[in-house]
């Protein structure tokens, strides 16, 4: 019944993974007996896991992001303090151990971290913003969060049940075929990524199908908010590339399980075309994350203003211009691997051009603070804190993409500290800022301001003192992924770096703290307008949190800034709109398909 | 299938009836904004366009998915290791069955959809019958011809060139498999629930699944057969 599994694919011999798997083992029995003696199991049942309602499954995937978030801090803690002790010594962590912690950091962080949460704005937002009650395939989209849920757990098995692939978060081969990885976690990434990737990929189509083509009356494209805009282009890449991630883990599956040559280095397989087709989808992956958060963004900074967005259409076009572009860029990822000088000049150049969208966008952004009444609240903080982390990243992106200079950078702590300055800068401040702002649309209070602004200060400082050593590390010719250091020149910056770690606990900290806080104090912050920020499209016309059904008549949009406009008028006519007429309607009916799909019994996944 | 057909000028006034701006049927910007085809500022569009336009996204992921194989085909055609090359082990006689048959079955699967849209239970079932008798063959065919080679010692172990060939085709030859189990499903929807809304937004769906598994074929027949056979 369990194949090949028995007792030595647990660490028993490993004090760390045993301890961290004893209280997450722990830990989720607490819940568990907590949430069947205080009898929520219906509730739970009936009103998250079976609903087919976009604002919770949305709710879910963001719970679920977060929580990845923390166990792929968790790995970042570990990596960082490795380094800084095992310098011209062993350190605490072995080879084996690190080298699967960095590959769970980054598989943990990007797609079961990031993408969760984006996913999760989409689905939240994208119907209420657009005037309509749901998106185009309720059930659907259950199955697909929970086949991202159960993605996410396989991971987290593996860290008590064999062990987890020590490949990167990319699995280039032949490293990752079975000649020189034999054990199962490789395979252990394969089946999770694949699963979550379908999930993806549903969730995908379903955006892509609820803006083109179930607006409410009146929400023409033109009128539709930035963040739609974005969530449709973060989809349209999901389903131009998506299957392609698909494609590339099912040609290596079947290279591991049946001995088939697509990326053996025997018997004509070809390693390249891996490298080539993961990146087909990893740029754009990139961008799927980061264009919601420029929407995030493009939402905060006219609110915060008191101004209309400026430059509403280029940023439109921008957005799609660099949907389009981010599908022509991806062998900046490999120009060492031999391309030769002219296919390398090509995607250099293509690279660099994608800033130009991005400059747009910045400036819009500037644009709309100029001039303008800005309210420095907690999610105004980590907008701006974005447009200046953000812009750095941007640039040595671009000093990147410079081939010759990207020859002695490639592969070194300066790509570590790139990435990470627009993941980071970009993505995650985007899901703190968006957090801060919707979250009392979502669950009727407010957070507590003080620590919300503690919490971005923290994070702020603490990212700049962590990721700025990378830079130097790197021009000092320190490549990424090392498990221990014999060169004592990198030894203080090191130091610096996991200083700014620290930090950024103490940020995690503050913002939990914030959580507790604002929970406690949830009647004093309580929103009972629907609309606490003077907030400018429909998700704030809505009360807060909105009734299942979002709006009980569909609005009609008569311009951009559908809600604006409304208050607008309210103000000039000193009164309110006619009542309207209300009517019967029709809602999806809750449905267990989504989470039998996921986590029914299906055959063992390791070898 | 007892119950009585109405006459199809009858069926026809219903179908205006339920489906009165023919969605979906109408090229963009012809006239004023269709409501419910979910263009322009008109306000969502109706299920029935929603099924059929989710689902076509749906394959065009799956399109990009064949593109991956296509590539992977393209990139490693002649790395043969020493092992037989392309020319060597197309069949091209069979292989022209293989695509008439299911050229064929594109065919009848589209009667079909014509015999739904009279909502006549019978020709339905019968062409759907038909078409899947036809994707049989055509499965059975590619079967033969995958054990034929392995018994002459080629399979996809064997080196690149095999590994990509045996995984396109074989891919494709996947999706023809479930498409004909997804087909007896819906013989068995149509028999037993007969044509409610639900069921015929589902033929739509299988319509468009099959008949992009035949322009998927064209590409495989072309690229992979007939230029192969030429190598
Ligand atoms: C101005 C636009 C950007 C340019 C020109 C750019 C350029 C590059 C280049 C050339 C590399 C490869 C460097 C090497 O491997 O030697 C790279 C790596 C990377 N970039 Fe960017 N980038 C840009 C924006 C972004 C954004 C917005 C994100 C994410 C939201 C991002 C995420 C990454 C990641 C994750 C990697 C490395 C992945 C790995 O090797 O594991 N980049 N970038
Ligand atoms: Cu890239």
Not at chain 1, 472 to 480: D, E, K, P, S
Not at chain 1, 509 to 530: F, P
Not at chain 2, 37 to 48: C, E, Q
Not at chain 2, 202 to 208: K, Y
Request: hydrophobic share 50%.
């Amino acid at each position: 019944m369990f194949g090949k599994l028995d007792l030595s694919a647990i660490p028993l011999s490993q004090p760390i993974p045993l301890i961290t798997s004893a209280v997450v083992i722990l830990l989720a029995l607490g819940v568990l007996v907590l949430i069947t003696v205080k009898g929520w199991w219906p509730y739970l049942w009936r009103d998250w896991i079976t609903s087919v309602d976009h604002k919770r499954i949305g709710v879910m995937y963001c719970l679920l992001g977060v929580l990845m978030l923390i166990r792929g801090f968790a790995d970042a803690i570990m990596m960082r303090t490795q380094q800084a002790v095992a310098i011209n010594a062993p350190g605490y962590l072995p080879p084996e151990h690190y080298n699967q912690i960095f590959t769970a950091h980054g598989t943990i962080m990007i797609l079961f971290g990031a993408m969760p949460l984006v996913l999760g704005f989409m689905n939240f937002l994208v119907p209420l913003q657009l005037g309509v009650r749901d998106v185009a395939f309720p059930t659907f989209n259950s199955v697909g969060f929970w086949l991202t849920a159960s993605g996410a757990l396989l991971v987290n098995v593996s860290l008590f049940i064999g062990e987890f692939a020590r490949t990167g978060w990319l699995p280039y081969p032949p490293l990752s075929e079975t000649a020189y990885t034999p054990g199962v976690g490789v395979d252990y990434y394969l089946w999770a990524v694949q699963i979550s990737g379908v999930g993806t990929l549903i969730t995908g189509i379903n955006i892509v199908t609820t803006v083109l083509k179930m607006r409410c009356r009146g929400m023409g494209y033109l009128r539709m908010p930035v963040f739609c805009w974005t969530a449709l282009a973060s989809s349209l890449l999901i389903v131009a590339v998506f299957p392609v991630l698909t494609a590339t883990l099912a040609m290596l599956t079947l290279d591991r399980y049946l001995g088939f040559h697509y990326f053996t280095n025997t018997a004509g397989g070809n390693p390249m075309m891996f490298v080539n087709l993961v990146w087909a989808w990893g740029h754009p992956e990139v961008y799927i994350l980061v264009l919601p958060a420029f929407g995030i963004f493009s939402e905060i900074f006219p609110t915060f203003s008191g101004k209309p967005l400026f430059g509403y259409r280029s940023m439109v076009a921008a957005t799609l211009f660099i949907c389009v572009v981010s599908l022509m860029v991806w062998l900046h990822h490999f120009f060492t691997m031999g391309a030769g000088a002219a296919v390398n000049t090509f995607f250099g150049i293509s690279s660099s051009i994608i800033a130009v969208g991005t400059g747009v966008k910045i400036y819009n952004w500037i644009f709309t603070m100029y001039g303008g009444r800005v309210r420095f609240e907690t999610p105004m903080l980590w907008s701006m804190g974005f447009i200046f982390t953000f812009i750095i990243g941007g640039l040595t992106g671009v000093l990147l993409a410079v081939p010759p200079a990207d020859f002695l950078t490639h592969n070194s702590m300066f790509l570590v500290a790139h990435f990470h300055n627009v993941i980071v800068g970009g993505v995650v401040f985007a899901i703190f800022a968006g957090l801060e702002f919707w979250f009392p649309k979502v669950f009727g209070f407010r957070l507590h301001e003080g620590w919300g602004k503690t919490a971005f200060w923290l994070a702020f400082i603490g990212f700049w003192v962590t990721f700025a050593p990378l830079y130097i590390l790197g021009l000092q010719g320190m490549t990424r992924r090392l498990q221990h250091i014999n060169f004592d020149v990198w030894a203080p910056w090191l130091y610096v770096s996991v200083a700014g770690v620290g930090i950024l606990v103490l940020g995690v900290i503050a913002q939990v703290t914030q959580l507790v806080v604002s929970i406690r104090n949830r009647e004093k912050l309580r929103d009972v307008t629907g609309d606490p920020w003077d907030g400018r499209s429909l998700e704030w016309a809505t009360p807060s949190p909105p009734p299942f059904f979002n709006f009980a008549v569909m609005p009609n949009v008569e311009g951009e800034e559908a809600y604006w406009g409304i208050k607008l008028r309210a103000v000039e006519t000193q009164q309110l709109s006619p009542e309207p007429a209300y009517e019967p309607i029709e809602m999806p009916l809750n449905s267990p398909v989504g989470i039998y799909t996921a986590f029914s019994p299906r055959s063992s996944v390791s070898r | 299938m007892t119950n009585i057909e109405l006459p199809a000028s009858q069926e026809a006034i219903r179908r205006v009836r339920e489906d009165p701006h023919r969605l979906g049927h109408r090229a963009h910007g012809a006239d004023e904004p269709v409501e419910g085809a979910g263009h322009g500022a008109t306000g969502p569009a109706s299920k029935r366009i929603l099924v059929g336009y989710g689902f076509w996204i749906f394959l065009l992921s799956d399109i990009v998915m064949f593109s991956c194989f296509f590539a992977a085909f393209a990139v490693q055609r002649d790395a043969t290791a020493g092992g037989p090359t392309i020319g060597e082990i197309v069949d091209i006689p069979r292989v022209a069955f293989e695509t008439a048959a299911l050229l064929l079955s594109s065919y009848t699967c589209m009667l079909s959809f014509a015999a739904v849209n009279a909502r006549n239970r019978l020709w339905t079932e019968i062409f759907l019958f038909i078409t899947g008798l036809l994707g049989l063959v055509f499965v059975l065919l590619e079967l033969q011809e995958f054990i034929e080679l392995a018994m002459r010692g080629i399979t996809p172990q064997r080196s690149g060139m095999l590994t990509s060939f045996f995984g396109l085709v074989g891919l494709h030859g996947l999706h023809v498999t479930l498409g004909g189990m997804w087909l007896a499903t819906m013989m068995a929807q149509v028999l037993i629930k007969g044509f409610r809304r639900e069921v015929v937004h589902r033929l739509i769906c299988f319509n468009l699944f099959w008949h992009a598994l035949d322009i998927v074929w064209i590409g495989i027949f072309t690229i992979v057969y007939l230029m192969g056979s030429g190598a």
